[in-house]
């Protein structure tokens, strides 16, 4: 069982560092710093915990809010001038729109990221 939680735990680490170099790279600087943060603090070693855990999860929890927050804030490409804006974003001429915004918006940021990292 302490193997599962060790596991679990830097699961946890790598997806949180990973999801802010997404966000660094699609945009949204702000998130991609605090969940980079986030991640380097949960690796630190805590010997004398200076607060309570349940404070730690709270503070955790406080910044997963704020990006969310911040990811929901994403203009979305307008669907009808999807041809006309293709030259000035290049991934808004495959926006499609799934009925759900946070998911668009997340998607969108995803896309923006992945044509930071294809390169030219």
């Known amino acids: 069982m302490d193997n599962l939680k060790k596991i679990a735990k ?31 603090i949960m690796v630190l070693p805590v010997r004398r915990p200076m607060l309570p855990r349940w404070a730690w999860v709270g503070l955790i929890c406080a910044v997963f809010g704020v990006v969310i927050w911040n990811i929901s804030t994403t203009d979305l490409p307008n669907s009808s001038n999807v041809m006309m804006a293709g030259c000035a974003n290049e991934n808004s001429d ?4 799934t ?16 044509s930071q990292a294809e390169g030219s």
Do not use: E, M, N, P
Request: glycine share 18%.
């Open 94 to 97: 495959t926006y499609t729109s």
């Open 10 to 40: 830097w699961a946890g680490i790598v997806f949180t560092g990973l999801c802010g170099v997404v966000l660094l790279g699609g945009g949204k600087v702000t998130s991609g710093i605090l969940l980079i943060a986030t991640a380097f």
């Open 99 to 114: 009925g759900f915004k946070f998911l668009d918006q997340v998607t969108h940021i995803f896309r923006g990221f992945l």
